[in-house]
């Protein structure tokens, strides 16, 4: 993708805050997105893999995030969560490129002021309440408040 000169600043500056942050988070191409993908522990130290899909209009569209691994992710009863497609009360989007994509931001709630940063911490929450779910059997709902 070629971006704008004010996308590649703005770029500069989400990989700056993420190298301190999130620093084994890499640039890769997926096809013809670019994207931001790594690993992340849990509390528990479960490992999971995420892709961040940059929009071509970023910072003006909420990044989809998925999970890449485990694969499949499963819940509580071994149900592979490509099986809700799109769920409120499991926090997901549906599936891209046959992974689960994770709720972060509804788009209505979405501004350009809003960082990947703070996009991956609402993951980070996500694999939290995940985690929760698949020891408890409690719905995604009991650990994630909707936004509003």
């Not at 997105?33 to 992340?40: A, K, L, R, V």
């Not at 689960?100 to 788009?107: G, L, M, V």
């Not at 703070?118 to 650990?143: C, N, P, S």
């Amino acid at each position: 993708m070629a971006w704008t000169y004010e996308q590649q600043v703005r770029l500069q500056k989400e990989f700056d805050i993420l190298s301190q942050y999130f620093p084994n988070l890499n640039l890769v191409k997926v096809g013809t997105n670019d994207c931001i993908e790594g690993y992340m522990y849990t509390n528990d130290r479960s490992l999971y893999k995420i892709r961040l899909y940059i929009p071509t209009d970023m910072p003006y569209s909420v990044p989809e995030v998925v999970i890449t691994y485990p694969n499949p992710v499963k819940d509580f009863y071994g149900k592979d969560l490509n099986s809700y497609g799109a769920s409120a009360t499991m926090h997901l989007l549906g599936s891209k490129d046959g992974y689960p994509k994770i709720c972060t931001y509804k788009a209505e709630r979405w501004n350009s002021n809003v960082t990947f940063y703070k996009v991956l911490i609402k993951v980070r929450l996500w694999l939290e309440a995940l985690e929760g779910h698949i020891r408890t059997g409690q719905q995604m709902d009991y650990f994630l408040q909707h936004q509003i």
